[in-house]
């Protein structure tokens, strides 16, 4: 099925540093939706975010819906080990529930 | 937030023998839920969508009379996997949204199953 696309795969960083991932589409979205998944675990909805342009914060976290409605990005900000995990992207479009999600990002961080 | 449980967490079983799984939503009521497979290192696969009072609808490839999908009520979807084999094991997982047409979804903690 479509997948959004997903940026980066993979981050391996330093504790304290900041974060930052993305997703992009050729296909508009109404919804975005940020989920962190950890080993063995279902994804845990992170932030949601409904409007173009919107801004949102959940502690750390920052995501923002793009004005295109094509595309999001996650910022984490002063990560910590515990944000370790994969995070997914996901967007919908109204069509029945369903979400399209991206291929996810694996976080690692080095204490 | 809204809280789906899934029962069991994990399950090994022998080849040829079906397994059941169960999706909850423990606080609110889902009139359609869906169901998910994932393997090692990859994304979530959307393979059917569980709608209560119809039949469920199944996206392209996966088969329906393989994977038996009931919502038996506006808490509970269950997902029979027949005749197992090694190939079907994997992580399912199940999500509902909060509300009708809501885009929202929560998911379970998700069934690992293997099959031997």
């Known amino acids: 099925g479509q997948q959004l696309n997903q940026s980066p795969q993979s981050m391996f960083i330093q504790e304290g540093e900041d974060v930052s991932m993305n997703c992009t589409s050729s296909s508009i979205f109404n919804t975005w939706l940020w989920y962190k998944q950890d080993p063995g675990e279902g994804p845990v909805l992170l932030i949601a975010l409904y409007k173009a342009g919107e801004l949102t914060s959940n502690g750390r976290l920052t995501a923002q819906f793009g004005i295109t409605r094509k595309d999001s990005f996650l910022n984490i900000s002063a990560s910590i080990p515990s944000d370790v995990g994969i995070y997914f992207c996901a967007g919908g479009n109204n069509a029945g529930n369903m979400l399209t999600f991206g291929g996810g990002t694996r976080l690692m961080v080095k204490p | 937030g809204a809280v789906v449980s899934q029962h069991p967490s994990w399950v090994i079983c022998k080849s040829g023998t079906s397994v059941k799984i169960e999706c909850r939503s423990l606080?609110?009521?889902?009139?359609?839920m869906f169901w998910y497979r994932q393997f090692p290192k990859q994304s979530l696969m959307l393979m059917a969508t569980s709608n209560e009072g119809s039949k469920a609808t199944y996206e392209q490839g996966v088969e329906k009379d393989k994977f038996l999908i009931n919502h038996a009520s506006l808490t509970l979807s269950t997902l029979t996997v027949t005749s197992a084999h090694p190939e079907d094991s994997s992580f399912y997982i199940c999500s509902a949204p909060l509300a009708p047409l809501q885009e929202t979804q929560y998911f379970g903690p998700g069934t690992r199953l293997l099959v031997l």
């Open positions: 606080d609110f009521q889902a009139t359609t």
